[in-house]
């Protein structure tokens, strides 16, 4: 059982309990169960296989946990997929844009596809903090990886969503990038927000809790 649990008197936001994983007839992990309040973060580490990217792909529901329970503010989110979804914004190993679309024509279909109104001065604020202004325009096929993953927190950031899920946010950025994703997560938590991040690079966010998964 892996357990990593605040018993403070903060009111917690995201609470999971006696989770259970198995792909492929191996178990990932099991009995495993946490919490997060308000402005905190949960850097999950660990060797490949140990299963950051299956908890991520879990809490997001795009894959079905075995055992356990996983509720926000309280209420199981399985009773109300809909309404899960559009407290969180995901960023996985893809990048999630469409190559034909500009950058800014992703980040305002993101927004849509969230049944949320268009708001673009968070989507200008976004680009900007990422500095792809200059890109905005550009079809997203016409961008290096770097300036792909750039977008792609971009569209994280524009999503208004409290919990954001990161699996691996320092791919293919270089270090001035890598200091504004730091910057952009510092500011997402001192206004409230939530992030669980899975990663190899370290993320220097102060008060972060840490949860080590092991095959």
Known sequence: MLSWYDSTCMTKLLEVAGLACHRGGRRVFDGLSFSLASGELLVLTGPNGSGKTTLLRALALLVPADAGAIR???????????????????????????????????????????????????????????????????????????????????????????????DEPLNALDADSQAALHVILEGHLDSGGLAIAATHAPLRIPGAHTLELRP
């Open 72 to 166: 926000w503010q309280g209420a199981d989110v399985a009773a109300d997929r809909e309404s899960w979804r559009t407290s969180l914004a995901w960023l996985g190993h893809l990048d999630g844009l469409k190559g034909d679309l500009t950058v800014r024509e992703n980040l305002a279909v993101a927004q849509r596809l969230r049944a949320q109104p268009s708001d673009g001065e968070r989507i200008d604020d976004a680009l900007a903090a990422f500095e792809l202004v200059p890109l905005a325009r550009r079809p997203v096929r016409t961008l290096s990886a770097g300036q792909r993953r750039r977008a792609a927190l971009a569209r994280v950031v524009s999503s208004d969503a409290a919990l954001w899920l990161l």
